[in-house]
DNA sequence: TTGACAATAGACCGACCGGTCTATAGAATT
DNA sequence: AATTCTATAGACCGGTCGGTCTATTGTCAA
């Protein structure tokens, strides 16, 4: 395990696990947690059932749980990456959020913010799942005000513009 | 039918039927469409599983339409109710929506808003689900539009701030 | 009283759920 | 070549899903 001979060094991407996890993104964009069987993520994963327990012991939550942790991981990069580059950041935050509404119109609607379907479905029991939420909406929001803040926007009115900008967009979704 | 001895003359309520809906509400706010069980529905409405069919051939997916609309009719009255007696509509409108945030603190952030859920989880294929839920969210912004018209807002603008009001709130839900 | 019909009650069913388990294939180490 | 460990593959299982079907009860009209 130590040594890898084609891979990169430290991290095996292992294409099945990332097909699982891009299939439960999609499950979730459509359907929700509780909308996708097993059966269905497989196949579209196209998985036999063992291979899921080997990555995920945790089984379908614990897919869920990386799943938006990944989700997460990648929204925040995408910010940052706004920050380093754009002369403008207001005006790359709005092509950004544009570019993700028409993702949304293209899939005739179809497909919203996989976050927010798990966020409403989960009970105060799935902790696990609450918790990856909440640290990931914490992330996103505080990554985006970081992004206000160097637009020029004073630091408290940024973080509340963040929260009103995330809530805002996932209002939209839901009404779509 | 038509003559009735004990209760109002056109409408008989029917309370098992009331009580189904409200375990379906309830049920949404809760955990989402997929995520309850009939048995679990039927169990907290205090009702056999023949009853459910009885009221509702449709099964399950037509009880939720009728409970949507259900819930569209009670916000769409609560509005209209704050136009006709409020002096001040807007801040009549802001105590309102305190209060339903109160209630969603009180329940522990378990309960939030049934519509929105199963916005999310719904596919294009739940073609009858989809249809209530357009109509309601439609009604409620053109509701909610009046009583900012009310207000002395010009028309163009209120639409779109009621559009905004709702996509904030049900925003903030999803992070709550 | 009797007949008709709405409402209640729950046994019952096939399908599918998420999950476990055993068997095989493949790569790396010795 | 033998061994070891990871990854793939799918048969299999008990439980629960949503839904149907057959009584039974209650309530009017005749």
Redesign the interface.
């Known amino acids: 395990m130590s040594t890898n001979s084609t891979n990169t060094p430290t991290a095996d991407p292992t294409p099945t696990r990332d097909r699982l996890i891009a299939a439960m993104r999609d499950a979730l964009q459509?359907?929700?947690f509780?909308?996708v069987g097993l059966s269905e993520l497989l196949a579209n994963a196209n998985a036999p059932k063992g291979v899921l327990y080997h990555h995920f012991p945790g089984g379908k939550t614990e897919l869920a749980v990386v799943t938006i942790n990944t989700i997460v991981v990648q929204l925040t990069a995408g910010l940052q990456h706004i920050n380093k580059k754009a002369t403008n950041p207001l005006q790359a935050l709005a092509v950004w959020m544009g570019a993700a509404q028409k993702s949304l119109s293209d899939s005739?609607?179809?497909k919203?913010c996989p976050?927010?379907?798990i966020?409403?479905?989960s009970?105060?029991d799935d902790t696990a799942i609450r918790e990856a939420l909440a640290a990931g909406?914490v992330a996103i929001r505080s990554q985006l005000a970081v992004t206000l803040e160097q637009a020029g926007i004073e630091a408290g009115k940024s973080r509340q513009l963040a929260?009103?900008i995330?809530?805002?967009?996932?209002?939209?979704?839901?009404?779509a």
């Open positions: 459509r359907k929700g509780h909308g005739g609607y179809e919203g976050l927010a379907t966020a409403l479905e009970t105060p909406f929260a009103l995330v809530s805002a967009y996932e209002g939209a979704l839901v009404q």
